[in-house]
């Protein structure tokens, strides 16, 4: 048995480790730069359409994980409004049956307008869903689910499925490692090239984007873009 004292200096020491690595973990960017973010879409070119169109629905829509794999085709909008609409979640998965929730908050359920080849490439994607569906017939199990993004059988991914898949991505690609998370505060870091450089403005828009109820929450997240607008404007005067 260990002495009174050797077990507190022990203690103290896994409290000390577990601080200093939590310190490091905040230190690493959860999110990509321009140039990390271009290095990822051209490592998705090589991918299937299905999971190029997934993983740039986060980095590009702002979606959350569950999100996506909730997402179904009536809540695609291929017409004037051209975007995707939130009113699914599958945060997670219990003995093998999807546990589907609404979105996070009130205003998680939200309208991401999406760029023009996107869409155009969602609509490629969509006939190859169909025929793939054709091509299943009894063994389709989706039902009357049409999940944008299934597991190829038609039923929701399993809620870890595109986080294991993302890690694996980035460490056959030698890309940066930030969590599925992370992925779409990455959007951020792509909409300060061609967005208002007013920063409330750009916080504003990323703030509806991501679904954050409150305007702190997309703040503290992006304290370091506001910094970077700021030395924008500071070097345009």
Known sequence: MF??????????????????????????PNDYSEEEAQQVIDALSQETRKWRLLILGSMIGGFRRGELIGLE??????????????????????????????PKTISSYRFADMPEWYMEELALYKKEWEQERKDLGSKWEGMDREFVFHNGLGKSYYYQHPSKWWKRFCKMHNIRYITFHGLRHSMGTLLIE???PNVDSLLKAIQERLGHSRKSTTEDIYVHITKKVKKRTDWQV
């Open 194 to 196: 061609d967005d208002d």
């Open 3 to 28: 002495p009174n004292q050797w077990k507190k200096s022990i203690n103290r020491y896994y409290r000390e480790e577990q601080v200093v690595k939590a310190k490091k973990q905040r230190q690493k």
């Open 73 to 102: 085709w009536h809540n695609v909008k291929f017409d004037e409004e051209k975007g995707l609409e939130v009113e699914n979640n599958i945060p997670l998965t219990k003995d093998g049956k999807a546990i589907e929730k609404g």
